[in-house]
């Protein structure tokens, strides 16, 4: 249990438990309180850009240079969510949404219900279109005026597609959502939700009791879809615990538990059988 605890307050907080510290050996003249914070850090930015890659991008391997180099940024100050968007709008990962052009029924229901749900909880909504569906920045380059065939079709979306707050219906609102996504990448449905959960976090994070509120409902919420979020408490269903942690984590850290979340969610939908 103990160190349940402490893999949680180091990934979530930043700083090992007291409880499981184990005592350090002090060598006289050295700036052994710096060295050892520099280092807690620096393992603690490598274990979480190692989770980013796997729940991200499908796999635990890039290239080590690379890895390093991403985990220099973070030591130096870069923010998780820099480090995240950047794999997002890579080349690698536009190839994987382009590679993997279509996903099961149980992620685009999965993706289309979390859509819903997100889209409800921004004040400033966003509007959909076919090039939504679309893996990022994609052009045929041997036929750029042609039309992507994974759209074909889906013409009745070429106007705009906005949540309409008004209508009690959200089975229906999801149907919509489901039709316009339903060619689309697994990577590119993780993208987009990505995108979405980011910016109810910019809108709520000058309020930090809003932003603690609206997280902790959201973070249970989440774990009664019995998705494996990586560590137990995580995976908690109590919401005073959440809501904690969120009024104490910096947003960097938050930003990057609900990414965490909504890429694990649809991970795991694609998964299991359509």
Known sequence: MLRQW?????????????LTEKPKRVVPGENDAFSSENAVRAKINS???GEMVRVVLGTGQIPASEFGSLVDSLNQGASFEGVYNGLVRS???????VEYP????TVISSFSDELIRVESDLKL??????SSALPLGYMDPSNPGATDPRIQGMHDFVKPLVLNRKEQDLLGQAKKFQKLFSRSSLFTLKRVLGEEILKIVDEKKQDRLDLAIWYSKWAV???????????PLRNSAD???HFDWAMKASVDQLQWETLNRIHR????AHEKKS
Do not use: C, Q, W
């Open 47 to 49: 274990e979480i850009l």
């Open 239 to 241: 919401e005073k615990f």
């Open 265 to 268: 969610l649809l991970n795991e």
């Open 91 to 97: 080349g690698r990962y536009r190839k994987l949404e």
């Open 221 to 231: 919420r989440m774990a009664a879809k019995k998705v494996d979020f990586g560590l």
């Open 102 to 105: 279509k996903t099961t029924s």
């Open 6 to 18: 402490n893999a949680l307050v180091v990934v979530l907080t930043g700083h090992p438990s007291s």
């Open 125 to 130: 909504l966003t509007e959909f279109d076919l």
